[in-house]
């Protein structure tokens, strides 16, 4: 499975950026696929998820500021991502859940500034 990420860049503070990824490959049942970010020198973490069944999770920072969608067609998840803080800052991974393996993208870097 290979993850191809694209959208990241340099926006102002209290701005809009929007993150796709698209899955390709040796795709047969998704369990999860989403969103993490790492920060420097931080943990990555949980940013905005689909689980199995569509349902969605979201990092309590960015509810009501972002939001995860999807087209199954084409195995591409987006993650629209609007007020921007500085703080988030970070590189934004793509992730997939399939058959017990975890499959990541390269990581697009996303720079908020003040």
């Known amino acids: 499975v290979q993850l191809q990420a694209s959208g990241g860049g340099l926006v102002q503070a209290g701005g809009s950026l929007r993150l796709s990824c698209a899955a390709s490959g040796s795709i047969f049942s998704i369990n999860t696929m989403g969103w993490y970010r790492q920060a420097p020198g931080k943990q990555r973490e949980l940013v905005a998820i689909?689980?199995?069944?569509?349902?969605?999770n979201y990092a309590d920072s960015v509810k009501g500021r972002f939001t995860i969608s999807r087209d199954n067609a084409k195995y591409t998840v987006y993650l629209q991502m609007n007020s921007l803080k500085p703080e988030e800052t970070a590189v934004y991974y793509c992730?997939?859940?399939?058959?017990?393996?975890?499959?990541w993208g390269k990581g697009t870097l996303v720079t908020v500034s003040s």
């Open positions: 992730n997939l859940g399939q058959l017990g393996m975890n499959y």
């Open positions: 689909f689980t199995r069944g569509g349902s969605t």
